[in-house]
C-alpha cells in the first residue's frame, strides 16, 4: 500500500527526471502524464553543466548518459564555448571559455529514451493525456484527493500533482487562479490581477532558427570548420548563433537568435513555431561571416521558434500541487541551463515527497519547503539567462557593437567575455548539496 501517489505532468526532461528520482522511494507510487501520443522530445541538444550532472550521477545515469554524450564528462578543464564575433565579413575568435568539466552536450531524444529505462516497475506511464486542469479539495482536506481533468474528457486522481507540463502549462494557469481567487477573497485585488497576468507565458521578444545538420555536410564544405569538434558561440548585435556537435560528432546542433528587446513582453501574433527556410535564415543573418553561413547552407528542415518566458511566480506550489522546470520558471535559453534546472527541481521535490516525516498528512509542508528553498535560485538563474542573453547580442546596459571598431574593440570584448563567465559560474562552481539539506533539516525539525 503506497503512502500517496504522485502525478506528473509532462513527459520531458523534468518530468521524468522527477519520476526517476521518486522511484527511489517504493512507497510512492507514480503516474506520468505526457500529452504526446507518445514519448518523444522535440529539439536537438541537451546541455547538462557539472552541477547538474552531479545530480545525474546521484540518480544513476551518469554511465549510460556518458555513451551518448559528446565529450565525457570529469572534473578536468575543458573548452566550453569558443566565442567569436560573428556579424561581420571576417569574424573573430575573441575569447575561449575552459570550465571544470566543461558542458556535457546530450542528444535530448537519446537522454530520454535513457530517463524511460530508469523508471520503477511501480511507475506508470500514460500518453494522449494532455492536461486541462485539476481540482483539488479545501486546505485541510489532505485525505481527499486531487482531480486531474485531460482533454480528451478523461480524469484521473493523486494526492500530489508535478506539474511539468512546460511553458504553456495548465498545471500552472490553475495553480495561479487558485492564488488569485484566495487574494481577491481576502481583499487583496491588486495581487490577484498580478497573478492572474502570471499566468500566461510571455514572449521574450526572441526568435530562434533551430535543426541540425550533417557533420558530413558541412565537413565537405568546409573541412577545417571548428564547429566539427568544438562547441561555437557567435556574438552580434542583436542576434547570436549557438552550434555544437551531438551523437558523437555525426550532427551538428544549430541554434541562430534573433532578439528585438523593445517587444519583450508583448503578444506573439501568430503561432509560435513554424516551418521556414534557410533563405529566410540566410536573409536575417546577411552580413554575417563565412563559417556562419556554412552552416546555414547545409541546412534542410528548419523551424522557426518564438521564446516565450513565465513571469516570476510568488510561489511555485499550491496546497498539494508543485510545479517544476520551464512551468516554474521558464528562461531565455543563453546559460544552456533549462534542462538542468528542472533536474534539480525534480531532485530537491522527490527528496522531499520520499522522506519518512512526509507523510499525507504533512505534504503541504514538504511542498512549502520546497518552494522556499529552490525557488530563489531558480528565478536568479532565469534572470541571468535573460541578463547573458543581452549580453551576446550585445543589448547590455553599457555594451554596443557600434562601440566596436576595427581593430579595437578587443578590450571590450573580453570585458564583455568576463561578465558572461562571472554570471555563469554557478552551473560549475557551485552544487545544489547545500539546499538538499537545509530543506531536509527544515523538514525533519518541523
Not at 547570436?240 to 519583450?264: C, K, M, S, W
Not at 578587443?410 to 558572461?420: F, S
Amino acid at each position: 500500500m503506497p503512502k500517496f501517489t504522485v502525478a506528473i505532468c509532462g513527459g520531458g526532461v523534468g518530468g521524468l527526471a522527477c519520476a526517476v528520482a521518486l522511484s527511489r522511494y517504493p512507497d510512492i507510487e507514480v503516474n506520468v502524464y505526457e500529452a504526446a501520443s507518445k514519448f518523444a522530445e522535440v529539439g536537438a541538444g541537451v546541455g547538462i553543466w557539472p552541477r547538474a550532472w552531479k545530480i545525474v550521477q546521484a540518480l544513476g545515469l551518469d554511465r549510460e548518459l556518458a555513451e551518448v554524450a559528446v565529450v565525457s564528462p570529469d572534473h578536468h578543464p575543458k573548452l566550453s564555448f569558443n566565442f567569436r564575433k560573428g556579424d561581420q565579413p571576417e569574424g573573430h575568435t575573441f575569447y575561449q571559455l575552459y570550465t571544470p568539466g566543461g558542458l556535457v552536450t546530450i542528444h535530448r531524444p537519446s537522454f530520454q529514451r535513457i530517463l524511460l529505462r530508469h523508471l520503477s516497475p511501480s511507475s506508470r506511464t500514460h500518453t494522449g493525456k494532455r492536461l486541462v486542469s485539476y481540482s483539488q479539495p479545501a486546505q485541510g482536506s489532505s485525505h481527499s484527493p486531487i482531480t486531474l481533468h485531460f482533454e480528451d474528457g478523461s480524469t484521473a486522481a493523486c494526492d500530489v500533482l508535478v506539474g511539468a507540463d512546460g511553458v504553456k502549462s495548465a498545471t500552472r494557469a490553475t495553480l495561479v487562479d487558485e492564488l488569485a481567487r484566495a487574494a481577491s477573497s481576502a481583499g487583496r485585488r491588486d495581487e490577484a490581477e498580478a497573478l492572474h497576468r502570471a499566468a500566461q507565458p510571455r514572449w521574450s521578444g526572441i526568435c530562434a532558427y533551430r535543426t541540425t545538420i550533417p557533420a558530413d555536410a558541412l565537413r565537405a564544405r568546409v573541412p577545417g570548420h571548428k564547429v566539427l569538434k568544438e562547441p561555437m558561440a557567435y556574438f552580434g548585435q542583436d542576434a547570436q548563433v549557438t552550434a555544437y556537435p551531438l551523437l558523437h560528432g555525426d550532427i551538428i546542433n544549430v541554434a541562430a537568435f534573433r532578439a528585438r528587446y523593445d517587444l519583450e513582453g508583448t503578444t506573439m501574433r501568430g503561432p509560435w513555431v513554424v516551418d521556414t527556410t534557410k533563405d529566410e535564415l540566410a536573409a536575417d543573418f546577411s552580413g554575417w561571416e563565412p563559417e556562419v553561413q556554412a552552416m546555414f547552407q547545409c541546412v534542410s528542415k528548419l523551424s522557426r521558434w518564438a521564446i516565450h518566458t513565465t513571469e516570476r511566480l510568488p510561489t511555485f506550489v499550491s496546497g498539494r500541487v508543485a510545479l517544476v522546470g520551464d512551468s516554474a520558471h521558464a528562461a531565455v535559453p543563453f546559460q544552456g541551463a533549462g534542462a538542468g534546472q528542472a533536474i534539480e527541481d525534480a531532485y530537491l521535490l522527490a527528496t522531499l515527497l520520499g522522506h519518512s516525516k512526509t507523510t499525507l498528512s504533512t505534504l503541504t509542508r514538504a511542498l512549502k519547503i520546497y518552494d522556499e528553498v529552490r525557488r530563489p535560485y531558480a528565478q536568479l538563474v532565469a534572470e541571468t539567462s535573460r541578463e547573458c542573453g543581452m549580453l551576446f547580442t550585445f543589448n547590455y546596459p553599457g555594451f554596443s557593437s557600434r562601440d566596436f571598431g576595427e581593430g579595437s574593440d578587443a578590450d571590450k570584448l573580453r570585458t564583455i567575455a568576463e561578465t558572461i563567465r562571472r554570471k555563469w559560474s554557478w552551473a560549475w562552481d557551485t552544487t545544489l548539496d547545500g539546499d538538499v539539506q537545509r530543506a531536509v533539516q527544515w523538514l525533519e525539525a518541523s
